[in-house]
């Protein structure tokens, strides 16, 4: 891919109908730092900027990402704060593992 920021894979959780329980898109790609003409079939996504809760994903996948969003859902059902606002979540993998960018 033209431009390729980096060699991490990224997800971004957006869309979201209501909350955690609720539908979503998440769309999967790489980071470039401009955006060509894309293939056919392909997006671009911009992810704003805003507050986040980071949790990290360490060990064995995919069982450590599943933990990880585990922690999640946790704080999020036990009413933690900062509460999570669902507009736009990321996860970046990375050969260390994976961050998730949680919106609050």
Do not use: C
Not at 21 to 48: K, N, S
Not at 58 to 71: E, K, L, S, V
């Amino acid at each position: 891919m033209p431009g390729r920021l980096d060699e991490n894979l990224y997800a971004v959780l957006t869309d979201y109908e209501s909350d955690h329980h609720g539908a979503y898109t998440q769309i999967v790609g790489v980071g470039v730092r401009t955006v060509p003409r894309l293939p056919e079939g392909m997006v671009a996504v911009r992810v704003p900027a805003g507050r986040t809760l980071k949790v990290e994903a360490r060990g064995q996948m995919p069982q450590a990402i599943i933990d990880a969003w585990q922690r999640v859902w946790k704080h999020t059902e036990s009413g933690g704060t900062p509460a999570r606002s669902f507009t736009t979540d990321l996860e970046v993998h990375h050969p260390a593992g994976a961050d998730l960018y949680v919106a609050v």
